[in-house]
């Protein structure tokens, strides 16, 4: 059983940094592929990102490319999403997600999809 634990959420201004931190335990980290995904209020939650299990393959939500990045170390267990050039409209709760497919999760719509689902960290942008 894997544990995700996501941290780093906030408050920030528009155009601002943030970065979050997903620290796994439990499991054998390097068999996962590891995502981040979001959900807004009042909206269903959506895929943001996404990398492989040795870390050399990325694919984001096209509304976040350019601005975020994510990032893993398997000796630490954790997974990173750096966010910059953040906007009013990301404002979400943020959930690190763990599956052994790497396309499972690029398709995923929420916890039920996906193998492992951390409990979220809060992110708001204000304008």
């Known amino acids: 059983q894997v544990q995700l634990v996501e941290s780093g959420g906030g408050l920030v201004q528009a155009g601002g940094s943030l970065r979050l931190s997903c620290a796994a335990s439990?499991?054998?980290?390097?068999?996962?592929?590891m995502g981040w995904f979001r959900q807004a209020p009042g909206k269903e939650c959506e895929f943001a990102a996404v990398v492989s299990r040795s870390g050399s393959v990325t694919y984001y939500k096209d509304s976040v490319k350019g601005r975020f990045t994510i990032s893993r170390d398997n000796a630490k267990n954790t997974v990173w999403l750096q966010m910059n050039s953040l906007k009013p409209e990301d404002t979400a709760v943020y959930y690190c997600a763990a599956d052994s497919s790497y396309s499972k999760l690029t398709h995923a719509l929420g916890s039920r999809d996906v193998d492992y689902w951390g409990q979220g960290t809060q992110v708001t942008v204000s304008s």
């Open positions: 439990g499991g054998t980290f390097s068999n996962y592929a």
